[in-house]
């Protein structure tokens, strides 16, 4: 499975970003996706990540302000991110995992907020 991640891009604090991740095969084959991202100097951290039943999970500190969803039309993975605060500047990073247990890995999308 390949993953393409897009959306990212440069906001003040306050505003906000939809990232996108299209899967190069049904997501329907997939068990959960799940966003990461890494700030310069620190560990890569789970973001969001949604079950194949539909079931989300979220970092402390996005839930309520971050929304992950899926678009099985389009095959695709989607972070909505609202309220953007600086410290979300990071490199974002979608993830799949298969039903057969492989993990697959999108490029990253730079998502920055300014001050």
């Known amino acids: 499975v390949q993953l393409q991640a897009s959306g990212g891009g440069s906001v003040q604090a306050g505003g906000s970003l939809r990232l996108s991740c299209a899967a190069s095969e049904s997501i329907f084959s997939l068990n959960s996706m799940t966003w990461y991202r890494q700030a310069p100097g620190k560990e890569r951290e789970l973001v969001a990540s949604?079950?194949?039943?539909?079931?989300?999970n979220y970092a402390q500190s996005v839930e309520g302000r971050f929304t992950v969803s899926k678009d099985t039309a389009k095959n695709t993975l989607v972070l909505q991110m609202n309220s953007l605060k600086p410290e979300d500047t990071a490199v974002y990073y979608c993830n799949a995992e298969h039903i057969f247990g492989e993990e697959y890995w999108g490029q990253g999308t730079q998502v920055t907020v300014s001050s």
């Open positions: 949604i079950s194949y039943g539909d079931e989300t």
